[in-house]
């Protein structure tokens, strides 16, 4: 399976351009599932209930971030059991713009572990601030990996996605999206990170997927050299390019088949 997730952050402006854009990709969407390939949409909490049709579950929806446990007295918090309970099946965890408010790696494994085991698929975000010359930054992100997975509930691998997001290339001020290459290499860090505390199979078995600037252009370069997936932030906003991507998308897996 491939994930093509849209991460609206706090957009669009209005409820009518949201329920354009699901419409729009609810028709493709099962298209997109008989070729293998699970469209997500991470809007607002406050459009979830407008946008969520859970009768025809196709078009999955996922949130941005949680709180940390399940008590009902955190004003402002939203819960994994009030996701789980209005049919959110994803949650964003560790994202670098939650982080730069102050979500460190304990705390990116205490949402991990209690999403996953609410029964959430957990998108965890890892990535580097910027790129050195002596490639610390793989350190880095190893680094992350290890400390924000040192709790994860072993039994729950099959819920965990990484998303690979090195934050230079993140957003408006992006310097570029990463190459595909960027992401091979780091790919195998992850995955060598990940056998040292679960099984190899299991290692490999976690989906690993690209996020950082991803466009209709360069989208199919990080499918075809083995992503799982993408995490989009602005080009999901637009229904016509999250669509031209989840067709790339296919063109990919298809290739590669
Ligand atoms: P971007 O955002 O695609 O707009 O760079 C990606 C993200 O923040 O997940």
Redesign the pocket.
């Known amino acids: 399976m491939k994930y093509i997730i849209g ?1 609206w ?1 706090a957009n669009p402006k209005s409820l009518a351009e949201a329920k354009d854009i699901v419409s729009a990709v609810k028709k493709i969407s099962k298209n997109a599932l008989s070729n293998n390939i699970q469209p997500v949409i991470c809007p607002p909490y406050l459009y979830v209930s407008s946008l969520i049709d859970n009768k025809n579950t196709k078009l999955q929806f996922g949130a941005q971030d949680i709180w940390i446990n399940n008590d009902t007295a955190e004003t402002g918090m939203v819960t994994a059991s009030l996701c789980k309970n209005v049919g959110l099946k994803y949650v ?1 965890v560790g ?3 939650c982080r730069r408010r102050g979500d460190d790696n304990e705390t990116v494994s205490i949402k991990l572990s209690h999403a996953a085991l609410n029964g959430l698929k957990v998108i965890l ?1 890892v990535g580097e601030l910027k790129r050195d010359h002596n490639g610390l930054y793989f350190n880095q992100v190893a680094k992350q990996l290890r400390e924000s997975l040192s709790n994860f509930p072993e039994n729950k691998i099959s819920n965990l996605i990484i ?1 690979y ?1 090195p934050v230079w ?4 001020d ?1 310097e570029s ?1 990463a190459t595909p290459k960027d992401f091979y290499e780091m790919a195998m860090l992850i995955r060598r990170t990940l056998a040292e505390q679960f099984t190899k199979e299991k290692a490999f078995s976690v989906p690993l997927i690209y ?4 466009d209709k252009k360069n989208a199919q370069s990080f499918i075809d050299v083995g992503s799982d997936g993408l ?6 906003l637009k229904a016509k390019d999250f669509i031209s991507i989840i067709d790339k998308t296919i063109i990919s897996k298809n290739k590669i088949k």
């Open positions: 991460n952050k964003i994202h670098s713009e975000c998303a997001e290339a993140i957003g408006e992006a999206a996020g950082g600037s991803v995490l989009i932030g602005r080009s999901s």
